[in-house]
């Protein structure tokens, strides 16, 4: 197996799990709220609200290196197949 191909196996494993994320962080955002006035009555939607941010807290940075791993990857990739694209004529 050449060089190339186990890079674009390892963006490609990159990228599925990327994706993944953004689903996952786009369902958390859906149950969002952008701004909520709560009373002492409704703790349980408050909490509910608190533990939506801390996991988008965990994702964010997540999404951020992987969205920033796949992408020097795949540049990467195509220098590669640049380089070897030219070096082939000679």
Known sequence: M??????????????????????????????????????????????????VQARMKKVTPWVRVLGAASGVLIIVIAGIAVWQRINQGY
């Open 2 to 51: 050449s060089t190339l191909t186990m890079l674009l196996i390892v963006w490609g494993v990159l990228t599925v799990v990327l994706v993944l994320l953004l689903i996952y962080r786009s369902t958390l955002s859906m149950h969002q709220d952008e701004q909520l006035f709560l009373d002492d009555s409704s703790k349980n939607l408050r909490e509910e609200q608190e533990q």
